[in-house]
C-alpha cells in the first residue's frame, strides 16, 4: 500500500508533472507501480510506453526491479528483463537499456541510463529521475516535453542540487505561470509525518514508537550534517542574494504619486468624530482625485501590508490593462495610525476602485482585525485575509518576480518603494524578507511596499466573482398589478 504523499503524487494527471522531494522517501517504487499499470493497459484505456531515464545504472537497476515486482503483484504477465543497447546520436557510445515488454498490451518500459537524444520522434510516458543530477538537463527536457504535443506526458522527480540548477529554474517557472504543469514537495518531515518510519519498522519487523521515530529522524539528519536542508527539507543551496537587481526594479517604476500621511502628535486619543472628520479631510484632499483619475473601464484589485506603531502599513491598489499590464496608479502608505482609522482610509479606497474585484490584506497578529472587517465588508470571495508563511511566499513570489522580468508591471517611482523590494530575498530557497531594517524618508521600513505589491500582485490573480441578486419586490401599483413580482438580475466584475 502507498503511503499519502506517493497517493497524491499519482493522482496528478497533469501532463507536465514535477516534484522537489527529500531523499529515500520511496518515490521512484511509487512511480514504478503507476508506470506498470500504464504499460500493461491497452492502448484503448489508455496505455503507452514508458521511458525511464536515470544518471546512474544503480538507480536504473533499482527502478526495473521495482517494476517487476509490481508486475507480479498486479498478476500481469510480463517478460523477462531485457539487457540492450541503445545507440547515441550525440557520439560513438552505446547506451544500456533495460526493457521489460507486455505482451497482452503490446507495450513496454525502457530503462535508460543516460540521456539518449533518441527520445525525439517517440511516444509516450517519460520519467526522468533525480533530474537535478542529470548533464545537459535543458536539452533532456526539450525532448521529452516534445512528447506531450501527441499526448505523450512527462514526470520529473527529484532532489536540488543548487539553486541555479535547471530542475530549480524549471520548478520556479511552473510557480510563476511561465510554464504549464504542476510541482509537488515532500520534505523528509513531511514523510515521516505520513508514516515512512512506521513502513520502515514493517518492512524491518520491528516495532513503532515515538521515541524511535524521533531518534531515526534525529539520525538521518546528523548523517546528512549541512547538506540536510537541501537533501532532506528540499532547500537549494546555494541562496541568500537579493532577488531583484535595482536596476530591473527602476526598468518597472514611472512618476506617480505615493501619498503618506501620519497623523498629529495624540491623534489616538483625540474624539471620534474628530478623528473621523480628520481623516476623511485627508482622503478628500488627497485620496479622491487620484480614484477619479482610474479608467473606469478596467478592473482593480489591492494588496494591503498591515503595521501600526513600529512598521507602516501599506495598500496598493492595481490595474489591470486591456494587455494584462498590472499597473499601481498610486501607493498609500500610513504610519501610527489608529485601527479604526485605517479601516476609514481602506473603505473609502475600496469603495471608488472602479470594477473592483479581489484584494489581498495581510492577517497576522493585529492585521487581522483589518481583514476580518474587509472580508465581512466586501464578501470572503473578494477579499483573501492572509497568513503570511513560508508556503505563501513559495507559491506566490515566483509570479511576482516574473512580472518584473516580463515587464508586466509598472510602479511609482520611489527611493524607498526601490529599497523594499530590494529586501526580498531568497532565504532556505523561499523569496520572502530578510529581516533586516532600513532607514526611510519617513522612518524605519522592513520591506512592507514589497509586501503589499506581492499581495495586490497576487489578488490580481484571482478570478473575478460574479455577483448575483434578486432585488426587494416593488411596492405595488394599482395601475399595474406585475409591479410586484420580483425581478432577478446578476452581473460580473
Same mark, same amino acid.
Request: net charge negative; proline share 4%; charged share 25%.
Given at each position: ?8 503524487? *499519482? ?349 489581498? *490584506? ?132
Amino acid at each position: 500500500m502507498l503511503l499519502p504523499y506517493q497517493q497524491r503524487w *499519482l493522482a496528478d494527471t497533469s501532463p507536465l508533472k514535477i516534484i522537489e522531494k527529500s531523499r529515500r522517501t520511496g518515490l521512484t517504487w511509487a512511480e514504478a507501480s503507476d508506470d506498470v499499470l500504464i504499460a500493461a493497459a491497452a492502448k484503448t484505456a489508455g496505455g503507452q510506453n514508458v521511458y525511464y531515464i536515470a544518471y546512474n545504472q544503480d538507480m536504473t537497476i533499482e527502478y526495473v526491479q521495482a517494476c517487476a515486482l509490481w508486475a507480479r503483484a498486479f498478476n500481469y504477465a510480463a517478460a523477462e528483463v531485457e539487457e540492450g543497447l541503445w545507440d547515441s546520436d550525440d557520439d560513438d557510445k552505446h547506451i544500456k537499456t533495460y526493457t521489460i515488454r507486455f505482451p497482452d498490451s503490446g507495450h513496454r518500459i525502457v530503462a535508460l541510463t543516460s540521456r539518449p537524444s533518441n527520445l525525439r520522434g517517440r511516444q509516450g510516458v517519460v520519467v526522468i529521475d533525480e533530474a537535478a543530477f542529470h548533464d545537459q538537463l535543458g536539452e533532456l527536457l526539450k525532448a521529452a516535453l516534445a512528447l506531450l504535443i501527441w499526448g505523450g506526458s512527462v514526470r520529473i522527480i527529484s532532489t536540488h542540487n543548487g539553486e541555479q540548477n535547471a530542475f530549480n529554474e524549471l520548478v520556479q517557472e511552473i510557480r510563476a505561470g511561465k510554464r504549464k504543469g504542476s510541482v509537488q514537495r515532500i520534505t523528509f518531515r513531511e514523510a515521516v509525518a505520513d508514516g515512512l518510519f512506521r513502513r520502515v519498522c514493517l518492512r524491518t519487523g520491528k516495532p513503532w514508537t515515538a521515541d524511535a521515530e524521533a531518534d531515526w529522524v534525529a539520525g538521518v539528519y546528523e548523517f546528512y550534517g549541512d547538506g540536510a536542508k537541501e537533501e532532506l527539507d528540499c532547500v537549494p543551496s546555494q541562496g541568500g542574494g537579493a532577488v531583484l537587481t535595482r536596476a530591473l526594479i527602476e526598468a518597472r517604476m514611472v512618476e506617480r504619486p505615493v501619498l503618506r500621511w501620519q497623523p498629529p502628535e495624540g491623534f489616538t486619543f483625540w474624539p471620534t468624530a474628530l478623528r473621523e472628520a480628520e481623516t476623511l479631510d485627508w482622503c478628500e484632499r488627497h485620496l479622491r482625485p487620484l480614484l477619479l483619475a482610474l479608467n473606469p473601464n478596467e478592473r482593480h484589485a489591492f494588496g494591503e501590508d498591515f503595521g501600526r506603531s513600529g512598521d507602516l502599513t501599506v495598500v496598493a491598489p492595481y490595474a489591470i490593462t486591456s494587455s494584462l499590464q498590472r499597473v499601481v496608479p498610486f501607493l498609500v502608505e500610513l504610519r501610527n495610525t489608529p485601527f479604526e482609522q485605517q479601516r476609514q482610509i481602506l473603505f473609502y479606497l475600496v469603495d471608488r476602485l472602479p470594477r473592483f474585484f479581489h484584494g489581498c *490584506l495581510d492577517a497576522r497578529g493585529n492585521g487581522q482585525y483589518l481583514a476580518e472587517v474587509a472580508a465581512q465588508k466586501y464578501g470572503s470571495l473578494r477579499i483573501s485575509q492572509v497568513m503570511l508563511s513560508d508556503a505563501w511566499y513559495r507559491e506566490q513570489m515566483p509570479a511576482f518576480k516574473a512580472a518584473f522580468e516580463d515587464d508586466t508591471i509598472s510602479l511609482p517611482r520611489d527611493a524607498d518603494i526601490a529599497d523594499d523590494l530590494r529586501q526580498l530575498k531568497t532565504l532556505n530557497g523561499v523569496i520572502k524578507l530578510g529581516s533586516e531594517r532600513t532607514a526611510g524618508s519617513s522612518g524605519q521600513r522592513h520591506g512592507d511596499a514589497a509586501i503589499a505589491l506581492a499581495l495586490g500582485y497576487t489578488a490580481t490573480r484571482q478570478t473575478p466573482t460574479e455577483i448575483d441578486w434578486t432585488p426587494a419586490p416593488r411596492r405595488r401599483d394599482d395601475s399595474n398589478d406585475n409591479d410586484d413580482r420580483p425581478v432577478r438580475s446578476a452581473g460580473a466584475w
